[in-house]
């Protein structure tokens, strides 16, 4: 029998937005591999399962250890947090499968990511063209994260921001959104959603105009609205252009 890998996306952390297919995978499987805050989330709910735990930027040496397990004859899990296809795990294994030339087949979960999740808790922000793009510069050079950011608000797409602010990046959202107000005024819609899906959500319903003054850090996804997005009763919501009767 071929050996094969899941890779599997948990969802933002709440175990209630872990999608069935994920669920059942991981019930089957001896071994669940992954970062280890993504590991904590859910080894409660998956006792009696061998857990292999490693640090950020440990990414390749966790597709290694899992190739490693699979060609072992382990049955076993890489895990993401959101979506596994999205910032996730799902490439740099398929890449790592694939340089090994092993006949190891991977098959990839999909799962509720945290634009989705910051999205529900908002309102409906992200009901027209958007675009996500991460302030991490570690695997992206910042130059082109900007011209990405400078291409979609011009482009009018809604924005969803990812790692917006670290502790060694704590200019890079200001940027962003200097470059975003040469498309957009002031009071366009902004989301903060802190832990989304989690127990310590937070959430607050901002403007380009003040959006700085809330905490945001790297829990954090901000969602910045198009031109026609507005708020009601508290909720940004981006029309698509539906008449109403």
């Known amino acids: 029998m071929t050996p094969k890998i899941y890779v599997v996306g948990i969802g933002p952390g709440d175990p209630g937005e872990m999608t069935p297919r994920a669920q059942k995978v991981l019930e089957k499987v001896e071994i669940i591999i992954g970062y280890r805050t993504y590991v904590d989330l859910i ?5 009696g399962k061998e857990f292999i735990r490693s640090g950020m930027t440990e ?3 966790r597709c290694e250890t899992a190739l490693q397990k699979a060609l072992e004859g382990k049955n076993l899990a890489l895990i993401s947090g959101g979506d ?7 490439g740099i294994m398929l890449e790592v499968v694939n340089k090994s030339g ?3 087949a991977v098959e990839i979960i999909p799962g509720v990511t945290a634009a989705n999740a910051a999205a ?3 309102g409906a922000p992200i009901m027209h063209d958007f675009a996500v793009i991460s302030l991490s510069d570690r695997l992206t050079p910042l130059e082109l994260i900007y011209k990405r950011i400078e291409c ?8 969803c921001l990812y790692n917006p602010k670290s502790k060694s990046r704590t200019g890079y959202l200001e940027t962003a959104r200097k470059i975003i107000l040469k498309y957009r005024n002031e009071a366009t819609p902004v989301g903060i959603v802190r832990n989304a899906a989690r127990e310590d959500e937070t959430y607050q319903v901002a403007t380009l105009e003040n959006m700085l003054d809330f905490e945001i850090d ?3 996804v901000v969602i910045i609205g ?5 708020i009601a009763n508290g909720r940004m919501i981006t029309p698509r252009g539906y008449k109403m009767f």
């Open 43 to 47: 080894k409660d709910n998956f006792p």
């Open 59 to 61: 990414e390749v040496e």
């Open 84 to 90: 596994s296809g999205i910032y996730g795990m799902a």
């Open 102 to 104: 092993q006949p190891v």
């Open 120 to 122: 529900a808790v908002l």
């Open 152 to 159: 979609a608000a011009a482009g009018d797409f809604v924005i």
């Open 218 to 220: 790297m829990f954090t």
């Open 226 to 230: 198009n031109s026609q997005t507005y």
